[in-house]
């Protein structure tokens, strides 16, 4: 992880977790479908909602966007 990313997500008012695709599937199987990256918010009961897909991801233009998007998608 860059160190800018590192502090930005250092930031965020989540706990913030990062794994690698392979991982991701092991760990969460039935989300083996989802199309990666993406940013997620697990529940208490180990349950994954979607906040930001691959496309919503890709999609921004600079780095500053992407901050744009997961801070606010983590905010709501």
Do not use: H
């Amino acid at each position: 992880m860059k160190s800018d990313w590192k502090r930005f997500v250092a930031t965020l008012p989540a706990t913030c977790e990062f794994e690698l695709r392979d991982r991701f599937r092991r760990k969460y199987p039935a989300y083996a479908n989802v199309v990666l990256p993406a940013v997620f918010e697990r529940a208490a009961d180990g349950t994954l909602t979607r906040l930001l897909s691959a496309e919503q991801i890709n999609g921004a233009a600079t780095l500053e966007g992407l901050r744009e998007l997961v801070t606010a998608a983590v905010q709501r």
